[in-house]
Structures are given as C-alpha cells and as structure tokens.
C-alpha cells in the first residue's frame, strides 16, 4: 500500500505561479489518481509489499507508470519553495564549474524543458561521477530507474500548467525557476556528495538512500500548513 505524500505548502501560497486551482487538479486529481491506480495494480501481486523505489525499480508497464509518476509527484513538489531563495555552498560551486554560471545553468534548462516533446519532466541530476547535468524525461520516466541522483524537476506535462499560462511553457519555466526550493536542492547536493554515493552500480541501494534522504530533509524542514 503506497500512501499520498502530503503537500509541504498551503495551496494557495505559491500563487500567481501556481493557482489554487492547478494545485487541487493536479495534486487533487492528477497525483491523487496515480496513488490510487497503483494501490488497485498491486493488490494482490509481488508489488504489494514492496517500497515505491522497489517498485519503480522492478516493474514495467502500468504499474512502472503510476509509481514513477508518484514519485516524480512528490519530489516535485518538495522541489517547490514559499519565496525565492538561491544554491548556496557546494552546489553553487558546482553549478559555477559545470555550467559556467547559474545563469547559464537557467537558459539551458528553460530551454531543455520548453523542447521536451509532449509530456514529461526535466531534471537538475547528478549522474555517477558527480557531474551535474540536465536530464529530459518523457511520460513517467525517472532518474530513480538509471543511476542518476535528481536535485530537482520540473512538471512539464500539460496538467501542470495549462490552467494558469494555456500553451505558454516557457513563461511556467520561467516562474518555476523563481520558485526552486534551492534550501532543499543544496542539502540534496551537499549530503550526496560523497564517495559512498558517487560511482555506484544502476538499481543499487542508491535510491532507496536518496528516498531516505529525502524523507529526512522534508520532515526536519517543511512543514504542512
Ligand atoms: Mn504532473
């Protein structure tokens, strides 16, 4: 039984960037549906008592489908931040060594994600030698399924954003980058930034460690209100 991540903010505090509205189709509905569709798949199958890691790890089809969007649901949404803020220590030092500037690093990915053709997610990863690089993602994919350690994502189905900016991609890229949760970015990059994490085979522990990290950056962190 896989359980929906509560949302780490009001819904409507990130508002203009996204409305109340896009927030209770897309959580409400969209994120909610998945959750609910995965947990009717694996009744009754080897998924069942699986963790969603596992799970996205070891299955195909349907089933694949609905836990990667689960998990690329909730990262997302702890990738989301109340008020702006900016990378700071190592990952801005990173970010200053692999794409020349976090400017830089801003216009390729706006445009990484407005050319993902149809729907999918773009990605801030670090792949296993420690670079940092953008990743396109179509459909449910997710770094989780190769050894990529993601940073942070943006949702660039149209679900995501069709109720506040229509057709306009670029200008959603454009205020999701106002938007980073970089405090939860940079504590991504900071505590992964080792040699345990670094270098190790595709469908290792790696994920399961990154979904524990995960879990205890948001739970020392965010708070529901
Ligand atoms: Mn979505």
């Not at 998990?71 to 931040?81: A, E, Q, V």
Request: glycine share 6%; net charge negative.
């Amino acid at each position: 039984m896989i359980t929906l991540t509560k949302l780490p903010f009001a819904e409507n505090v990130i508002e203009p960037f996204l409305s109340a509205e896009t927030i209770q189709c897309h959580y409400g509905k969209h994120h909610t549906g998945y959750v609910n569709k995965l947990n009717e798949l694996i009744k009754g199958t080897e998924f069942d008592k699986m963790s969603l890691a596992a799970i996205i790890r070891g299955a195909d089809g349907p089933i694949f489908n609905n836990a990667a969007q689960i998990f690329n649901h909730s990262f997302y949404w702890s990738c989301l931040g109340e008020n702006s803020s900016a990378p700071e220590g190592k990952l801005l030092e990173k970010i200053d060594n692999d794409f020349g500037s976090l400017e830089a690093l801003k216009e390729e990915f706006i445009k990484m994600g407005t050319t993902l053709f149809g729907s999918g997610w773009v990605w801030l990863v670090r792949e296993p030698k420690g670079e940092l690089m953008i990743k396109q993602t179509s459909n449910a994919h997710t770094p989780l399924s190769s050894n990529l350690i993601p940073i942070f994502v943006c949702d660039v189905w149209e679900h995501a954003y069709y109720i506040d900016y229509r057709n306009a991609r670029p200008d959603y890229l454009k205020e999701f980058w106002e938007h980073i949760n970089w405090e939860l970015a940079s504590q991504i990059y900071a505590k992964t930034d080792t040699e345990l994490l670094i270098g190790v085979e595709p469908c290792s522990d790696i994920h399961d460690l990154f979904c524990q990290l995960l879990d205890e950056i948001q739970a020392g962190d965010r708070v529901t209100s």
